[in-house]
């Protein structure tokens, strides 16, 4: 079993528990930085991981993949603003220095404010949910957030300048009952608050695109397994962003036309007394679920969508997905309506 915490001991819990908000992929904007003459502030809000070409430079110096100010000679600091993928509760922080050894930013600070339409003015009221913490070079550096209110814009100060690779900023996506109703939604969007918690292989692309919205644009950019060389089949554990009733399973097998699945089924279950934990035991039990959607056969390239077949089991938490034996799956949509709790 692989699962997204044992990647890394070191890693937070938060890394798993909450979805990357400040994801390009998902929607993060880069809005405004006080400089941005070594690599522009986009760079930071990248998905895949900083890159490194020893001889690459370009018209101002050395390209770097982050956000990099120059060497600042008067007083003051350099700061930017990002807009999130979706208004959300942030549970911490991971700020990447990869590859950033003589030009890091010593130290970072980061504010948030909540401007649901447009973007912060000069007026804006900003409010610290990072103090002041040191950083070193070529590092990931893990910071819990504190704070609890709902956010839709970040501005990330660094002291006194210098680089940044990646901001990762882990939280909750907001799901307001009140914003729904009946009305249908992807209970398994990342957006939504859905998340993957375990896999049983994803040796190619990247499986969190797979909840991603709009299309893969690669093959990189969706979930694929190696080929499998022994019994049995590949699966995936996925934790809905709201509990809910399931009544449509879109699979898409977009870009994958010589190694999509045979095949795929679903099993579901109800999780809600059980706290948002995941053990070896909860993996284990997903095999004995109760099935949501009977095996499927499945084609190359294609846009599945499964109504009829979907067994109505009432609202689940948690699925599983089932890939038989092995393949690539570009994007997973699980479309319900929320059975929300009183």
Not at 17 to 22: E, K, T, V
Not at 113 to 120: D, F, L, R, S
Request: hydrophobic share 35%.
């Amino acid at each position: 079993m692989t699962t997204i915490d044992t990647f890394d001991p070191d890693v937070p819990l938060f890394v798993r528990s909450g979805i990357n908000l400040a994801s390009a992929g998902l929607g993060a904007k880069a809005i405004s930085a006080t400089d941005e003459f070594f690599a522009p502030l986009e760079r930071m809000l990248d998905d895949g991981p900083a890159i490194f070409y020893p001889d690459r430079f370009d018209d101002h110096g050395k390209w770097m993949d982050g956000w990099e100010t120059r060497r600042r000679r008067g007083s003051g600091h350099d700061h930017a603003v990002i807009r999130l993928a979706a208004a959300g509760r942030l549970l911490g922080f991971d700020v990447d220095t990869s590859h950033f050894t003589g030009n890091f930013a010593p130290a970072v600070r980061i504010e948030a404010c909540t401007c649901p339409q447009g973007e912060p003015g000069a007026d804006q009221n900003w409010v610290e949910i990072l103090p002041n913490a040191p950083l070193g070079p070529s590092s990931h550096h893990y910071f819990p957030c504190k704070s609890y209110e709902l956010w839709t814009h970040l501005r990330i100060h660094i002291y006194p300048d210098g680089g940044i690779a990646r901001l990762r900023a882990y939280g909750v996506p907001e799901l307001d009952p009140s914003n729904h109703g009946q009305d249908e939604i992807d209970l398994a969007a990342a957006l939504n608050g859905g998340r993957v918690l375990a896999f049983s292989d994803a040796h190619y692309g990247d499986f969190r695109r797979l909840l991603s919205p709009g299309r893969g644009v690669t093959m990189a950019d969706g979930w694929e397994t190696r080929r499998r060389r022994e019994p049995g089949y590949d699966w995936m554990v996925v934790a809905l962003g709201a509990r809910g009733r399931i009544d449509r399973v879109v699979v898409d097998t977009h870009l994958f036309k010589g190694n999509f699945p045979d095949s795929c089924s679903f099993r579901a279950a109800d999780l809600s007394e059980f706290g948002d934990g995941l053990t070896d035991a909860l993996v284990t039990s997903s095999m004995f679920w109760e099935e949501l959607l009977p095996r499927q056969k499945l084609q190359g390239d294609t846009i599945h969508e499964f109504t009829d077949e979907v067994i109505d089991i009432g609202p689940v938490t948690h699925v599983r997905f089932n890939i038989h034996p092995d393949g690539g799956v570009s994007r997973l949509r699980l479309f319900g309506r929320p059975a929300w709790r009183g």
